[in-house]
């Protein structure tokens, strides 16, 4: 198919800009204010080089992960985004095959325009013998009834993790979409997970809530009230990641929500080996952000990250080509770290160290 012509995430990017209504491209490529963030995720990985060893790699690299007794195929996860049925018609279906089909975890965004259960028998559908992982990103809701509400969906719906955003006291500032006047879906579509929460509306649909005065409490309320290892999402300052730690969390997602919530924060990989440090190998911590080729992933796993996330990489295949084109994306990226994997001489995972990341000449770190 015109698919294999497809050799990078980039043509991904190119042919979703021409597919899509030009209003739907610039909600999932801008960022907050100036988006000077979503150029610095890009660019830090720009400025590092890889610097490789020789005559030590072998023939069978291994590249698989597991987190929270869940298998990943390779170190690349897909990072939570909302409303994928604005880009293709099966949605978020389209992502749970191709998620299955690679054999990496899917992060369900809490915004789905498809409800979480569907999501889940989707993925199991598609697996066949295999076992795939779903995790649920959610947002806390200031009334504790309807969080309750989506942890039960997210459970029943076989989740296996709680991956909640932290970095939305208040909604980021698109003035992309301010100026296109998009606020909100199409109205054939909806965050179906809010969809008749508590049972007692049929047919409606909630808004998600974003609040400035949720605190470290309602994590340590969420601690009580779940089993599934909870992940915070959006934790940048590392003296937060030592607080998420003391209050029992079991892994950090460093992100910066693709440049999307506060401009001018740096990029994810620039803070990552100082937030390594703060964790000090307690609890895994993943990192999303301008992720874009397999050289940027071992970066990551280089300077400490168990695994990183793709957001809008995952969206341009979908808009491409639905379930097919988010399972190209993710076999190139995959096909891109093995490689780099054997031109660094590993074996495989675990021989990426931070010794192979230096500053690239002429960046002035
Ligand atoms: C997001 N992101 C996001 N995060 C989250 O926690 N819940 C969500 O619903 C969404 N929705 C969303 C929509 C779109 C269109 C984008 C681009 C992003 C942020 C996402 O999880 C991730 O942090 C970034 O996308 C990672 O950066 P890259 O890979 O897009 O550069």
Same mark, same amino acid.
């Given at each position: 198919s015109?698919l294999? /012509?497809?050799?990078?995430?980039?043509?991904?990017?190119?042919?979703?800009?021409r597919?899509? &209504? %030009?209003?739907?491209y610039?909600?999932?490529?801008?960022?907050?204010?100036?988006?000077?963030?979503?150029? /610095?995720?890009?660019d830090?990985?720009?400025?590092l080089s890889?610097l %490789?060893r020789?005559l030590?790699? #072998?023939?069978q690299?291994?590249?698989?992960v597991? @987190?929270?007794?869940?298998?990943?195929?390779m170190?690349v996860?897909?990072?939570p985004?909302?409303f994928h049925?604005l880009?293709?018609? *099966?949605?978020?279906?389209?992502?749970?095959?191709?998620?299955?089909?690679?054999?990496?975890?899917?992060?369900?965004?809490?915004?789905?325009?498809?409800a979480v259960g569907?999501?889940?028998?989707?993925?199991r559908?598609?697996?066949?013998?295999?076992?795939?992982?779903?995790?649920f990103? !959610?947002?806390?809701?200031?009334?504790?009834?309807d969080?309750?509400?989506?942890?039960?969906?997210?459970?029943d719906?076989g989740?296996?993790?709680l991956?909640?955003?932290?970095?939305s006291?208040? !909604?980021? /500032?698109n +003035?992309r =979409?301010?100026r =296109?006047n998009?606020?909100?879906?199409p109205p054939?579509?909806?965050c +179906? =997970?809010l969809r008749n929460?508590?049972g007692?509306?049929?047919g =409606?649909?909630r808004?998600i809530?974003?609040?400035?005065?949720?605190?470290? *409490?309602h994590?340590?309320w !969420?601690? *009580?009230?779940?089993?599934l290892?909870?992940?915070l999402?959006?934790?940048?300052?590392? *003296?937060?990641?030592?607080?998420?730690?003391?209050?029992?969390? &079991?892994?950090?997602?460093?992100?910066n929500?693709?440049?999307r919530q506060?401009?001018?924060v %740096?990029?994810?990989?620039?803070?990552?080996p100082?937030f390594?440090?703060?964790? &000090?190998g307690?609890?895994?911590?993943?990192?999303d952000g301008?992720?874009?080729?397999?050289?940027d992933?071992?970066?990551?796993?280089a300077l400490g990250a168990a695994a990183v996330?793709?957001g809008r990489p995952i969206?341009?295949?979908?808009?491409?080509a639905?379930?097919?084109g988010a399972?190209?994306?993710l +076999?190139?990226l995959?096909?891109?770290?093995d490689h780099?994997v054997a031109l660094?001489? /590993?074996?495989?995972l675990? &021989?990426?160290t931070?010794? @192979?990341?230096? %500053?690239?000449?002429? #960046?002035?770190?």
């Amino acid at each position: 198919s015109g698919l294999e /012509a497809m050799l990078t995430v980039r043509e991904f990017e190119a042919v979703a800009q021409r597919k899509l &209504d %030009p209003v739907h491209y610039d909600y999932i490529a801008g960022g907050s204010r100036d988006e000077v963030t979503v150029r /610095a995720n890009e660019d830090g990985f720009g400025r590092l080089s890889l610097l %490789p060893r020789v005559l030590r790699g #072998s023939a069978q690299r291994d590249l698989s992960v597991t @987190l929270f007794g869940g298998q990943s195929s390779m170190p690349v996860l897909i990072s939570p985004t909302a409303f994928h049925r604005l880009v293709c018609a *099966e949605g978020e279906i389209a992502t749970a095959r191709a998620a299955a089909r690679a054999g990496t975890i899917m992060i369900a965004s809490m915004a789905s325009t498809v409800a979480v259960g569907e999501v889940a028998a989707a993925a199991r559908a598609a697996a066949g013998d295999g076992d795939p992982t779903l995790w649920f990103q !959610l947002y806390l809701q200031p009334d504790m009834d309807d969080t309750t509400a989506l942890i039960a969906r997210a459970t029943d719906a076989g989740c296996r993790a709680l991956v909640v955003t932290v970095d939305s006291p208040v !909604l980021g /500032a698109n +003035e992309r =979409n301010q100026r =296109n006047n998009f606020d909100d879906l199409p109205p054939e579509m909806a965050c +179906e =997970n809010l969809r008749n929460l508590r049972g007692d509306e049929p047919g =409606n649909v909630r808004q998600i809530a974003m609040s400035p005065e949720l605190s470290w *409490e309602h994590i340590d309320w !969420l601690r *009580e009230h779940t089993r599934l290892p909870i992940l915070l999402k959006g934790v940048l300052h590392p *003296e937060d990641a030592r607080i998420a730690i003391a209050h029992g969390i &079991d892994g950090l997602l460093l992100s910066n929500h693709g440049g999307r919530q506060l401009d001018t924060v %740096p990029a994810t990989i620039d803070l990552l080996p100082e937030f390594v440090a703060a964790v &000090d190998g307690s609890v895994p911590v993943l990192l999303d952000g301008g992720v874009r080729r397999g050289t940027d992933v071992v970066k990551a796993l280089a300077l400490g990250a168990a695994a990183v996330g793709v957001g809008r990489p995952i969206v341009w295949g979908l808009a491409t080509a639905g379930e097919e084109g988010a399972t190209r994306v993710l +076999e190139l990226l995959r096909d891109e770290v093995d490689h780099t994997v054997a031109l660094c001489g /590993a074996r495989g995972l675990a &021989d990426l160290t931070p010794d @192979l990341v230096r %500053p690239a000449a002429g #960046s002035r770190r």
